[in-house]
């Protein structure tokens, strides 16, 4: 990658500039603005190293004109030590990070790096931005937000690659839309995309529902069926809620991806397939793993790139961009929401996440009575997310308790073994947060 050193004294740039290329980066330097500026118009520069104090233009002025020519440069700023409202300023003004003379260079280095990070992830991001603005991916994706961006970005590093993805995240998340992009992102994507809800297909038919069967393998099988495993053939299959797959059944898919082949429900003979498997799960299927409860060799097979997708709560500033999408979507006729309304649906926390989000839109979109969504058109009160740290830890602490609670079948004993505390601590947990046990 490129990089940009813009410096007056030669000895700074280079020491930098030879540690960089030490680095195995390629290095460009400039002894001025202007001479940085003709540089930078010439040849694409993702990331610019600029000191602050420079006779001529100083840093600002450089980094706003670099800024004007392409908006997603990433500037690290070199300013003077202690200088910290400067770095507060250039930070204000756009840089993406700075660094205070005397420039450790181990330092500078961990900053590059994130640097390109940034970079890379910003690349990938334009790359599927385009196919899907474009068309030439059949889906609406929205996630401009920080966390789903770098799942993005994973999304179209992994599809390229034959290995198995396993995407998790809390319900209504997006996990299949992201198996999609993942697949229509892939070589494979002229192939079929093919969707087994693991927890869906009763236990005596999975089998053959996967495999498929030879006519008269068992009762009610009249005829030869394919299964999904064939109907995938060199596209993706989709195994969604895998941490719900009983434990047979985890044996039988292991081998199935270890050997490559499937033999049909009667068949003699087995079939090569070429699938790949996109898995996704709102469970913790490490800790499953670790705690006997899904088979740890399943789980280090389908764990070869993981992508997380964050709940709504925590990148609110896809909301907006996914109101409009679902108003567009549910509209008959032209419906605005206002801005106290979407600074309600901003506020709310979002337990059922996207769906929920889109749930509600389609809700008001159908019941709006005008043609404007108001604030008292929203049928919750918002929970204001807890601002300070022990507040937020509180609640992580309750939703935790109530989620090992359920998992337990509301067995005391059980759940605090999961949680690794007490029974006694548990019960004195659950007063105060006011868990009322469901079992009495
Ligand atoms: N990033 C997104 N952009 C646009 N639409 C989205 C996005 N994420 C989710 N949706 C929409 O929200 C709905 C729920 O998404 P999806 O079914 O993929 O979630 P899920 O994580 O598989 O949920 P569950 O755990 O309940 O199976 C779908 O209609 C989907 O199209
Ligand atoms: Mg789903």
Redesign the pocket.
């Known amino acids: 990658m490129k990089i940009l050193i813009v410096d007056d004294e030669p000895v700074q740039r280079a020491i930098i500039g030879q540690f960089l290329e030490e680095h195995g980066f390629q290095v460009l330097e400039a002894e001025d603005g202007r001479r940085a500026l003709d540089l930078f118009r010439k040849g694409f520069i993702p990331l610019v190293l600029l000191d602050h104090r420079m006779p001529d233009m100083n840093g600002d002025q450089v980094l706003e004109e670099l800024m004007k020519i392409n908006p997603l440069v990433q500037v690290i700023m070199i300013t003077a030590y202690g200088a910290v409202d400067t770095a507060v300023k250039v930070m204000k003004l756009g840089a993406a990070d700075f660094l205070e003379k005397p420039v450790d260079l181990e330092l500078l280095l961990g900053k590059v790096e994130a640097a390109v990070n940034r970079i890379e992830t910003e690349t990938d991001l334009q790359e599927v931005s385009t196919e899907l603005d474009e068309g030439r991916i059949p ?5 401009k937000s920080a966390p ?1 961006k770098e799942a993005v970005s994973t999304a179209k590093r992994v599809a390229a690659t034959p290995w198995p993805v396993l ?1 998790y ?12 992009l993942v697949h229509e992102l892939s070589p494979r994507k002229d192939a079929e995309f093919v969707e087994v809800n693991c927890a869906a297909i009763p236990e005596t038919l999975f089998e053959s529902e996967l495999f498929g069967h030879k006519k008269g393998a068992f009762t009610g099988a009249s005829r030869d069926k394919q299964g999904l495993f064939e109907f995938a053939q060199h596209g993706t299959l989709f195994l ?2 895998i941490g719900e797959l009983p434990e047979h059944l985890q044996a039988k898919l292991l081998r199935v991806l270890q050997e490559k082949r499937i033999t049909a429900v009667g068949a003699l003979r087995p079939v090569e397939v070429d699938v790949r498997i996109v898995a ?1 799960t ?1 469970r913790d299927l490490k800790k499953m793993a670790d705690q006997g409860l899904f088979r740890q060799d399943l789980y280090f097979r389908l764990n070869v790139f993981e992508i997380h ?1 964050p709940p709504l709560r925590e990148r609110k500033d ?1 909301i907006p ?2 109101v409009n ?2 108003m567009a979507k549910y509209q008959t006729q032209p419906v605005r929401i206002s801005s106290e309304a979407m600074d309600r649906l901003l506020k709310y926390h979002w337990p ?4 929920e ?2 749930h509600i839109i389609q809700r008001l979109v159908t019941l709006c009575r005008g043609n404007v969504i108001k604030a008292s058109d929203i049928p919750f009160v918002p929970r204001e997310t807890a601002s300070n740290l022990s507040e937020r830890l509180k609640q992580v602490e309750k939703e935790e308790i109530l989620k090992a609670l359920r998992a337990k079948d509301w067995i005391q004993t059980r759940a605090a073994e999961l949680l690794g505390i007490s029974e006694r601590v548990l019960r004195y947990k659950m007063k105060k947060y006011g868990i009322k046990n469901k079992r009495q």
């Open positions: 889906l609406t994706f929205i996630g789903m995407i995240g809390e319900t209504g998340t997006g996990k299949e839309l992201m198996a999609r969604d809620e996704a709102n997708l896809d961009d996914l999408l679902f059922g996440n996207v769906r989000l889109e």
